[in-house]
């Protein structure tokens, strides 16, 4: 029997935390191993891809094309340490005041599985979407949580658990979130550089 249920979605990277996960671990990376270095032409090549298809696949796949498992699993604990420090003082709050309203909580986002499920073990979501990676091929993508695809990851969500979902809030700093935020009752823009609510 499906029940309908109210709930509030939060993506991660520059709403929850100040910076994107994503691409500080690749900048920690640079700063722990000389592999990376060594990628940079063709990483170039994948940054000029970028301006032309935002939502692609291949040059997100291109521009971690450095990282190994072993990289992940040496690099990955000591990185979610220090990047927990950048996510905004309000987040754990404002779960927990949701979660007190009796909504279901749900995080989607773009970033990679073996980072933000570690990033937000502490804060008590009803679940963490976000991208899944090939364990053996950290760089490459089994599914890519961005636009539209995080509405598809809430949906099967949803399915699985047996919920009509009714989206109370989105909140997001990202205007690649708009089928997101576009299904909820309330968008809530935030400012990735403050963590402020910003005021249309």
């Given at each position: 029997m499906l029940?309908?249920?109210?709930?509030?979605?939060?993506?991660?990277?520059?709403?929850?935390?100040?910076?994107?996960?994503?691409?500080?671990?690749?900048?920690y990376c640079f700063r722990h191993s000389v592999?990376?270095?060594?990628?940079?032409?063709?990483?170039?090549v994948a940054a000029i891809a970028k301006v032309f298809n935002p939502g692609g696949i291949w040059w997100r796949e291109v521009m971690r094309s450095f990282l190994t498992s072993d990289m992940v699993k040496k690099f990955s604990s000591d990185f979610i340490k220090q990047h927990k420090r950048e996510r905004f003082g309000w987040a754990k709050e404002q779960v927990l005041s949701e979660i007190k309203a009796g909504r279901r909580v749900i995080l989607v986002s773009a970033s990679p599985d073996y980072l933000v499920p570690y990033l937000v073990r502490d804060i008590k979501f009803d679940a963490v979407l976000c991208s899944k990676m090939d364990v053996k091929r950290p760089w490459k993508y089994k599914f890519l949580c961005w636009g539209q695809n995080k509405?598809?990851?809430?949906?099967?969500w949803a399915k699985e658990n047996n919920i009509i979902p009714h989206v109370v809030r989105s909140y997001s700093d990202s205007k690649s979130d708009?089928?997101?935020?576009?299904?909820?009752d309330e968008?809530?823009?935030?400012?990735?550089?403050?963590?402020?609510?910003?005021?249309?």
């Amino acid at each position: 029997m499906l029940q309908k249920q109210d709930v509030v979605v939060f993506d991660f990277d520059g709403t929850l935390s100040g910076k994107d996960s994503n691409v500080e671990f690749a900048k920690y990376c640079f700063r722990h191993s000389v592999r990376p270095w060594l990628f940079l032409p063709v990483m170039s090549v994948a940054a000029i891809a970028k301006v032309f298809n935002p939502g692609g696949i291949w040059w997100r796949e291109v521009m971690r094309s450095f990282l190994t498992s072993d990289m992940v699993k040496k690099f990955s604990s000591d990185f979610i340490k220090q990047h927990k420090r950048e996510r905004f003082g309000w987040a754990k709050e404002q779960v927990l005041s949701e979660i007190k309203a009796g909504r279901r909580v749900i995080l989607v986002s773009a970033s990679p599985d073996y980072l933000v499920p570690y990033l937000v073990r502490d804060i008590k979501f009803d679940a963490v979407l976000c991208s899944k990676m090939d364990v053996k091929r950290p760089w490459k993508y089994k599914f890519l949580c961005w636009g539209q695809n995080k509405v598809y990851a809430m949906d099967a969500w949803a399915k699985e658990n047996n919920i009509i979902p009714h989206v109370v809030r989105s909140y997001s700093d990202s205007k690649s979130d708009m089928p997101m935020m576009e299904i909820a009752d309330e968008e809530v823009w935030v400012d990735r550089d403050t963590g402020l609510r910003k005021h249309a």
